[in-house]
C-alpha cells in the first residue's frame, strides 16, 4: 500500500473532486461542506423560527444525557453548534432569508448530530482551527485544539520561514496549511499521509488557500515518500495516531464510531508510531533541524523525550517536553546534532 | 483668499487701528463689491459644507454619528497658541455678548442679536462640555513640559504628551476658531451697515443664521469630546444576587443592548456568556464596534435595577433584581496602551478535563488569560477556534488592563470608566419598572419614559443624551 502518487496524479483527482465532490475514489458520496454551497435556497422567517426551537428543545433534552453518557457534547455546546449550524447554513439579504441546503436537510444533520453521535464538523463539512476554515470529512481526523500549538512552536525556530518542513501524517492538511502560510519564498513543506482520504482532502484545503507552491502532498507511509528530501530537512512536525489500542472501544461515540482508526490507533501503549517516528527523524533532519511531536499526554511524552535524550542521545539534544493550555505535557520537541 | 485671512486676522486682533484699512480696502473693490465677497463666501462654505446634515437624534432612537467630519479648521499653530480673549470691533466678546440678554428668537424671526445671542449662548454650553478653564489648565502644563529640553529622553512619555497636547490644542483651535467667526460676522454686519451695503447685510446674516444651525450640532459634538470617546467598546453585565431571577435580568439587559447597537449599526459580537443554571447568564461580554460606542455606552455604567411580577414565581409575586453594568472602551492608538508581557501570562484551556488531544472532539475551546502580576482575567468561548477565542480573550484583557493603567494615571482627559469590581451595588442609576405601573426612569438625571418595552429593545439615546449633557452641563466650576 505504500506507493509515492506524483503529484500531478493528485492533482487530477483533486480537479474532479472540487468540481462535484462526487466520489471519485471513495465509495460513499460526500455533499460539499455546507459554507461552501450557493445559496440556492430559501426559508420563510416563521419556519426556520420553528426549526430553531425544534433544535433547541433536542439539544437541551439531549445534551445532558449524552454529556453523562460518555463525555459528550452537553447542552451549551450543542446550542453553541446549533448557532453555528445556522450560521454556516444561512444568509439575510434585504429580510429575505437565504440557506445553501433546504430546511428538511437541516433536520436531517441536526438528528445526525444527536441521534447518530456525528461530530458537528462532520455535520457542517469544516473545522475553524487556528485562523483557518478546514475542509473535513469521514475519513479524516478533525484537527484538534491542542494541536494549533504546534504551529507556535515551529514559528518559534529560527530561520523557519526559509527552510524545507515535513508534516507527517498530515490528515487534513491542518498542520501543512498553517506552516505553509508563514513561509517565504524558500520555504516548502511535505506533507505525507498513508489514508487516500486525508490526501484527497489535504489537497482540497492547500488548494484552497492557493498554496500549491508551498505544500506537496505526498501519498505514502511517515518518511517512505519523502527519501529525495533526507538529510535536507529544516524540521518536522508531527501528530500520530497515540491512542493506547485498548482505549479505543471507550472513546466517546464522536470519535469511536466516526473518525478513522488508522488516524488513532497508537498500538498496545499508543506509542508505536511515535518511537518509529523519533528513529528516523535522526536521518531525516538536516544537523541542526527541529522536532515536534504531539502525544498522548504526560506519561508518553516523558517516556518519548527520555528516550531521545538517552537512548538516541548522540543524535539529538535540547529535548523537552511543551505543555499544552490544559496543562498536560502535550508536545515533544528537540533538535538533531 | 490669502487677502481675506490677512484681513481676517488684522480685523480680530487689532480691531480699531486697523479698521480703516478693512474699510479702504472693501471702498477700493466698491465698484465691483461682489466678486470679493462672493469669492470670500465661496471659500467659507467650501470650509463648512463638508459637515453635511448631521443627523442625531429624534424619536425613533436613530442617532447615526458615522459621518461625523473632522473638525477642519483653517489656523496656523501660533494663532492657537494665543487664547487671548476676541472681540469686536467695538469691544464685544462672547460673554458680553450673552451679557446683554437679547431675546433669542425663532430662526426666521429677528435680527442679527437673535442670532448672535443664540451662537454665544452655544458656545458657552460648547466651552463648558469641554471642560473649557480645565483644558486651558492643562494646555498651559503640557506647553510647560513640552518645552523642555530633555523631553526626548523619554520617548515614550514623550509621545504621550505632545499627542495630548496636540489634542487638546485642534480642540481648543476649533471653538477658538468658531467663536472668532461669530465676532467677525457681527463686525461685517454693521460695516455693512454703516456703508449702506444690503448685499453684505444679507449675506452677514445668512452666515450668522447658519453658524447658529452649526452651533447645535457642535454642542451635540461637544458631548462627545472624550479623549476614548470615539472607541468601540467592550459593555459587560453581571447578575447581582438573587439567583435565576436577576440573571435573567442580566440577559435581559444584554439583549437591550445589543439591539441598542445593532439601530446604530455598530458591530455587536459575545465575547463571553456564563449562562445561568436555570435560566438568563449570570456575567456576559460584548463587543460593541463603531465610532463613538464607547461614548455613548458609557453613560450605562453602573447598576439596573428591575421591578416585576417574576415569570420563575409560582406565587406571581413581585420581585426586584439587578445587575451591574460596566463599560470598557478599545484604545486604538496602539502606542498609548499598557504594554503587556508574554511572561506575566498564564493561558489555560476552559472547561478542560480529561485526556483530551485525539481521545476528544468538541467544539469548546474556551480560553482563559490570567494577567499574574494584576489578577486580571479574561475568557473568551464564543470563536470557532481556540487560536481566535485566545486572540479574543486577549483583547478583553488588554483593555481591561488599559482602564487599570488609565485608573491609575488619572490623566485629566483620560476619563475612566468603573469596572465591574469597582461598581457598588448600592448605587443604582436606573429602574425599569414592570409592575404595579410601568415606567423607566434614571436617577441621575429623572429622565423617564412610560414605555419600558421600547427601552428593554433598545431605545436608550433619550437616556444616554440626557446623562451625557447632564453630567457635563450641571458643574458650574467647569467652565
Ligand atoms: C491523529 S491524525 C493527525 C492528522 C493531522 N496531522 C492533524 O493533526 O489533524 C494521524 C494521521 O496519521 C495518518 N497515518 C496513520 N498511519 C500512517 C502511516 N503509516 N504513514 C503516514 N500517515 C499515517 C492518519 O491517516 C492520520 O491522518
Excluded at chain 1, 114 to 131: A, S
Excluded at chain 1, 253 to 264: D, I, Y
Excluded at chain 2, 173 to 188: A, R, S, T
Excluded at chain 2, 296 to 320: C, Q
Aim: glycine share 8%; charged share 25%.
Amino acid at each position: 500500500m505504500i506507493s509515492r502518487l506524483p503529484i500531478s496524479t493528485v492533482h487530477l483527482r483533486r480537479a474532479i473532486t472540487i468540481a462535484s465532490f462526487s466520489p471519485s475514489t471513495a465509495t460513499q458520496p460526500y455533499p460539499p461542506p455546507l459554507f461552501l454551497r450557493p445559496l440556492t435556497y430559501s426559508a420563510a422567517p416563521s419556519d426556520l423560527a420553528a426549526f430553531r426551537r425544534w433544535a433547541t428543545a433536542r439539544a437541551t433534552v439531549d445534551g445532558p444525557r449524552l454529556e453523562s453518557s460518555d463525555g459528550g457534547p452537553g447542552a451549551s455546546q450543542l446550542l453553541r453548534e446549533l448557532s453555528w449550524l445556522l450560521e454556516d447554513a444561512t444568509s439575510q439579504s434585504n429580510g429575505k432569508i437565504l440557506m445553501r441546503a433546504d430546511l428538511d436537510e437541516l433536520y436531517r444533520l441536526w438528528k445526525e448530530r444527536i441521534e447518530e453521535r456525528k461530530p458537528f464538523q462532520y455535520v457542517v463539512g469544516c473545522e475553524h482551527w487556528r485562523d483557518l476554515v478546514l475542509v473535513v470529512r469521514e475519513g479524516v481526523l478533525i484537527p484538534r485544539p491542542e494541536t494549533e500549538m504546534l504551529v507556535d512552536l515551529v514559528r518559534e525556530v529560527e530561520g523557519f520561514s526559509e527552510g524545507l518542513w515535513a508534516d507527517l501524517g498530515t490528515g487534513s492538511g491542518a498542520l501543512a496549511v498553517a506552516i505553509g502560510r508563514a513561509l517565504e519564498d524558500k520555504g516548502r513543506v511535505f506533507a505525507t499521509d498513508l489514508s487516500l482520504d486525508a490526501v484527497e482532502v489535504a489537497g482540497i484545503n492547500v488548494e484552497r488557500y492557493g498554496l500549491k507552491d508551498k505544500v506537496e502532498i505526498r501519498h505514502g507511509s511517515w518518511f517512505e515518500p519523502l527519501k529525495d528530501v533526507k538529510g535536507k530537512l529544516t524540521g518536522l512536525v508531527s501528530n500520530p495516531p497515540y491512542i493506547p489500542s485498548s482505549d479505543i472501544p471507550g472513546l466517546q461515540a464522536e470519535v469511536g464510531r466516526h473518525e478513522p482508526k488508522l488516524a488513532l490507533d497508537g498500538g498496545m501503549n499508543g506509542t508505536d508510531h511515535l518511537l518509529h517516528l523519533c528513529e528516523e527523524s535522526a536521518t531525516a533532519l538536516r544537523p541542526g533541524g527541529f522536532f515536534a511531536f504531539e502525544t498522548n499526554g504526560n506519561i508518553q511524552s516523558e517516556l518519548i523525550a527520555n528516550h531521545m535524550s538517552t537512548k538516541w542521545a548522540n543524535c539529538f539534544h535540547n529535548v523537552k517536553t511543551v505543555l499544552d493550555f490544559a496543562g498536560i505535557k502535550r508536545f515533544v520537541t528537540g533538535f538533531r546534532r | 483668499m490669502v487677502l481675506f485671512s490677512i484681513l481676517k486676522r488684522s480685523l480680530s486682533r487689532n480691531p480699531n487701528t486697523k479698521k480703516p484699512i478693512f474699510a479702504a480696502f472693501l471702498s477700493s473693490h466698491s465698484l465691483n463689491p461682489l466678486p470679493l465677497r462672493s469669492s470670500f463666501y465661496l471659500v467659507r462654505s467650501r470650509i463648512r459644507d463638508p459637515y453635511g446634515s448631521i443627523v442625531f437624534f429624534g424619536n425613533a432612537g436613530r442617532l447615526d454619528l458615522s459621518h461625523f467630519p473632522p473638525w477642519f479648521r483653517w489656523f496656523s499653530s501660533s494663532e492657537a497658541s494665543e487664547i487671548s480673549e476676541a472681540t469686536t470691533s467695538d469691544g464685544l466678546t462672547v460673554d458680553g455678548i450673552v451679557a446683554k440678554g437679547w431675546a433669542i428668537l425663532d430662526e426666521n424671526e429677528g435680527d442679527w442679536k437673535s442670532h448672535a445671542a443664540a451662537i454665544a449662548q452655544s458656545i458657552q454650553l460648547i466651552k463648558k462640555r469641554l471642560q473649557w478653564k480645565k483644558m486651558s489648565v492643562r494646555l498651559e502644563q503640557l506647553s510647560v513640559t513640552i518645552n523642555k529640553v530633555d523631553l526626548w529622553d523619554d520617548p515614550v512619555f514623550a509621545g504621550r504628551v505632545s499627542r495630548e497636547h496636540g489634542g487638546l490644542m485642534s480642540k481648543m483651535k476649533e471653538v477658538k476658531g468658531f467663536e472668532q467667526d461669530l465676532l467677525e460676522h457681527i463686525d461685517m454686519l454693521k460695516l455693512a451697515r454703516e456703508e449702506n451695503d444690503q448685499d453684505l447685510e444679507s449675506e452677514s446674516m445668512k452666515a450668522l443664521l447658519n453658524m447658529r444651525r452649526t452651533a447645535k450640532e457642535k454642542e451635540l459634538e461637544a458631548l462627545l469630546a472624550g479623549d476614548n470617546d470615539s472607541c468601540s467598546c467592550f459593555i459587560e453585565v453581571q447578575a447581582g444576587a438573587g439567583g435565576t431571577e436577576s440573571m435573567d435580568w442580566a440577559a435581559m439587559l444584554v439583549n437591550m443592548y445589543k439591539m441598542w447597537a445593532q439601530h446604530h449599526g455598530f458591530g455587536v459580537t459575545v465575547v463571553d456568556e456564563m449562562p445561568g443554571e436555570v435560566a438568563g447568564i449570570k456575567r456576559a461580554t460584548i463587543k460593541v464596534d463603531g465610532e463613538y460606542a464607547f461614548g455613548y455606552a458609557k453613560a450605562e455604567v453602573g447598576v439596573h435595577r428591575l421591578v416585576r411580577i417574576s415569570p420563575f414565581d409560582s406565587a406571581k409575586k413581585r420581585h426586584t433584581s439587578f445587575a451591574a453594568v460596566a463599560v470598557i472602551p478599545i484604545i486604538g492608538d496602539v502606542s498609548t496602551r499598557y504594554q503587556i508581557k508574554e511572561s506575566d501570562l498564564r493561558i489555560e484551556r476552559f472547561r478542560a478535563g480529561g485526556a483530551g488531544g485525539q481521545h476528544v472532539n468538541t467544539t469548546e475551546s474556551a480560553v482563559r488569560i490570567t494577567h499574574i502580576p494584576t489578577g486580571i482575567a479574561a475568557t473568551c468561548q464564543n470563536e470557532r477556534s481556540q487560536h481566535s477565542n485566545k486572540a479574543s480573550a486577549m483583547s478583553v484583557l488588554q483593555s481591561r488592563l488599559d482602564q487599570l493603567e488609565m485608573a491609575r494615571q488619572a490623566q485629566l482627559n483620560a476619563e475612566h470608566t468603573q469596572s465591574l469590581t469597582e461598581i457598588s451595588w448600592g448605587n443604582h442609576i436606573r429602574s425599569y419598572v414592570l409592575h404595579p405601573y410601568r415606567m423607566v426612569k434614571d436617577l441621575r438625571t429623572n429622565y423617564e419614559v412610560s414605555d419600558p418595552d421600547s427601552v428593554l429593545e433598545g431605545d436608550l439615546d433619550g437616556f444616554i443624551l440626557n446623562f451625557l449633557s447632564s453630567s457635563l452641563d450641571k458643574d458650574e466650576d467647569k467652565l
